[in-house]
């Protein structure tokens, strides 16, 4: 099968096209990496440049989505992989009807279930092999589709973008600037009709009031409100915005990249309700690259956080689901 011989963040458009025999051009479109961030945001820090886009062909039994870089990191284009313009970054092939497991060269024993897959199948599962890349959404016989990624090492390695930020550089911010994360609160404390905020985006907590995250439309509270929220963001370097979880418990949200199956967080917690397990350094745990392999391999059947107590009801927290 073609698809085997397709390495992600080394194949090339051209490879695919010619792997595939020419396949059917059936759409483009411009595709950013983090739906978290907006970067052709008028009010976004990030400046301006998508780091992808997505090709749809159309092939003879199924239809193949590809996402090709739009180029190497830089200052205007750094939601993305530092690898050269058309490398594909993912690849998904969706096969028009289920086909059986046993035509793939698929050991089921190294995928393990990842919950339900976006599509409205009841009967589907996503299973995922995250040290290989390779998921695929299907059952205990047969396959509907199968999607190559980076893996959590690559994304580390290779996307653009910032670095996880160090204990020491969140607490330095948290006790020079700690009126403005107070202030933070009191006004999502007034807000509570809503459930996040960034420069981009709000996510009401009715859902019959919601807009896309794609809206420069505030949902639930008025302009220069978000303008005073997004500019207490930049204050502190909050560059992913904040949430809740339930009332009383607000992550404000520093860092944030996006995985295979899920995302990692770094940020502040403040929440008057007793978290676990509270550690001496977040750091430490994340020192070595067994710990991170730990992390993520856990994550796919439970969520996965640590918190470093810094003042009263507020922690620097890592999130991992």
């Known amino acids: 099968m073609a698809l085997k011989k397709v390495v992600v963040l080394s194949s090339t458009r051209q490879d695919v096209e010619k792997l595939f025999k020419k396949p059917k051009f059936k759409e483009m479109q411009k595709f950013r990496l983090d739906s978290f961030l907006d970067v052709n945001s008028k009010s976004s820090p990030y400046g301006k440049g998508n780091g992808a886009y997505l090709i749809s062909y159309e092939l003879k ?3 193949l989505d590809v996402i090709y870089s739009n180029g190497k990191c830089s200052e205007n284009n750094w939601i993305g992989y530092d690898v050269k313009k058309d490398t594909v970054i993912d690849i ?6 289920d086909i059986k497991l046993t035509r793939f060269d698929l050991k089921k024993e190294e995928f393990k279930k990842a919950g339900k897959p976006s599509s409205d199948s009841l009967l589907a599962d ?3 092999n995250l040290k290989a890349g390779i998921s695929f959404e299907g059952n205990e016989k047969t396959v509907g589709s199968i999607e190559l990624s980076p893996t959590p090492f690559q994304t580390e390695k290779f996307s653009c ?3 996880l930020p160090e204990d020491t550089a969140l607490k330095a911010i948290f006790f020079e600037k700690r009126h403005i994360f107070d202030k933070i609160v009191h006004m999502f404390n ?3 009709e809503v459930r996040s905020i960034s420069f981009s985006s ?6 019959a009031t919601n807009y896309s995250h794609q809206s420069e439309k505030p949902v639930t509270f008025s302009a220069l409100r978000w303008d005073e929220y997004k500019r207490l963001f930049l204050d502190i370097n909050l560059f992913n915005g904040l949430s809740r979880q339930n009332f009383g418990e607000i992550r404000l949200i520093a860092y944030r990249k996006s995985y295979l199956v899920a995302n990692a967080t770094k940020g502040y917690l403040f929440t008057t309700k007793k978290v676990v397990p509270i550690i001496d ?9 067994e710990s991170k392999e730990s992390l993520l391999q856990k994550a796919l059947s439970q969520d996965q956080s640590y918190y470093e107590k810094i ?3 507020w922690y620097i927290y890592y999130e991992y689901r």
């Open 161 to 163: 973008g910032r670095t």
């Open 281 to 289: 350094s977040i750091d430490s745990k994340l020192l070595s690259l």
């Open 311 to 313: 003042s009263d009801h």
């Open 202 to 207: 709000t996510d009401p907590i009715t859902e």
């Open 126 to 128: 996503t299973y995922v």
């Open 92 to 97: 998904e092939l969706i096969f028009d009807e």
């Open 190 to 192: 007034q807000d509570k």
């Open 61 to 63: 039994d199924a239809n």
